[in-house]
Nanobody
Framework: QVHLVESGGGLVQAGGSLRLSCAAS????????MGWYRQAPGKQRELVAG???????NYADSVKGRFTISRDNAKNTVFLQMNSVNSEDTAVYYC???????????????WGQGTQVTVSA
């Protein structure tokens, strides 16, 4: 079994900062790309930021310059530093990992359970 567990969500004032963490646990061979997605009420889930195993990153236009994704490969953890948040950032944030459990299996997408981020005025 592979699990992704997010932490760090909560209530933050507009203009403030928040840091999300997501740790992968269980039995697996390797983790390729990891990413953060979010889903606001009534909207589709969207990619916020992604990072490859060698550290290449990509961001949604709406968060460029404000959010930073990083990872600690030794701890199988990915982070999302959120700065200058605004009401549009309110959503449930989900961690995603492209994880290979063994050489006999192709990589599979795994999702965390989600963590709520609410930005107050």
């Amino acid at each position: 079994q592979v699990h992704l567990v997010e932490s760090g969500g909560g209530l933050v004032q507009a203009g403030g900062s928040l840091r999300l963490s997501c740790a992968a646990s269980g039995r697996f061979l390797s983790i390729n790309a990891m990413g953060w997605y979010r889903q606001a009420p009534g909207k589709q889930r969207e990619l916020v930021a992604g990072i490859t195993s060698d550290g290449s990153t990509n961001y949604a236009d709406s968060v460029k310059g404000r959010f930073t994704i990083s990872r600690d490969n030794a701890k199988n953890t990915v982070f999302l530093q959120m700065n200058s948040v605004n009401s549009e950032d309110t959503a449930v944030y989900y961690c995603n990992g492209d994880i290979r459990r063994s050489v006999a299996l192709p990589p599979t997408q795994y999702w965390g359970q989600g963590t709520q981020v609410t930005v107050s005025a």
